[in-house]
């Protein structure tokens, strides 16, 4: 169980191209999902929190303009990278966890490089 | 202001011997601290978690201690395998926000 994907994989597209990242909660509901990014040898740096129904919570930092996230369903959380550029290449993996729970459930990541 | 710490970038450890990994903490308001495992390119898997109002917690091969006066947390592998190399995360959250803060990560490798 808890079994969370995230889809694509990897994407590669060009500067000033929008990019969107969808991430799925194959078996349970979540009521709040995460967005992380993490660089190369770095630690994972929390982006955003998005609740169901509701806006998402940027970390400071992070511009929202520019990482768009929609958390339409109990399942379902995008991120769309807006006008990305090759500084916004990176690893991007969202979590999500349900109910009252502390555990986090990873995606396994989407690889985005902007040339 | 890195508020989860990881001291060691990197460990090695012979097959079949404890691995020890280091985790500090500056929040006080952390009230739960879990592991996670984590290969190149892949996400996170849970490894074992533990609550503030313990100090030891138990599964498998793992345990982790907590030691709430010291700001420190410690995960054991005893024995240790091949197969546990990866990059270690420890992380820190609480009940009010849920976000977790990672650690910077240690890199295992055990050695056959």
């Known amino acids: 169980g808890a079994v969370v994907s995230q889809h694509p994989s990897r994407v590669i597209c060009k500067s000033g191209t929008s990019v969107k990242i969808e991430c799925r909660s194959l078996d349970f509901q979540a009521t709040t999902m995460f967005w992380y990014r993490q660089f190369p040898k770095k630690s994972l740096m929390l982006m955003a929190t998005s609740n169901e129904g509701s806006k998402a919570t940027y970390e400071q930092g992070v511009e929202k303009d520019k990482f768009l996230i929609n958390h339409a369903s109990l399942t379902l959380s995008t991120l769309t990278v807006t006008s990305a550029h090759p500084e916004d290449s990176s690893f991007y993996i969202c979590?999500?966890?349900?109910?009252?729970?502390?555990?986090?459930?990873f995606g396994p990541g989407t690889r985005l490089t902007v040339t | 202001d890195q508020q989860v710490k990881q001291n060691s970038p990197s460990l090695s450890v012979q097959e079949g011997r404890i691995s020890i990994l280091n985790c500090d903490y500056t929040?006080?308001?952390?009230?739960?601290f879990l592991w996670y495992k984590k290969y190149p390119a892949e996400g996170p898997t849970f490894l074992i978690s533990?609550?503030?109002?313990?100090d030891k917690n138990e599964d498998g091969r793992f345990t982790v201690f907590l030691n709430k006066s010291a700001k420190h947390l410690s995960l054991h592998i005893v024995p240790s395998q091949p197969g546990d190399s990866a990059v270690y995360f420890c992380?820190?959250?609480?009940?009010?926000?849920?976000?977790?803060?990672f650690g910077t990560g240690t890199r295992l490798k055990v050695l056959a």
């Open positions: 992380a820190a959250t609480n009940s009010g926000t849920y976000k977790y803060i």
């Open positions: 533990i609550s503030s109002i313990k």
């Open positions: 929040n006080s308001m952390f009230d739960y």
């Open positions: 979590s999500a966890r349900s109910g009252r729970a502390y555990e986090q459930y």
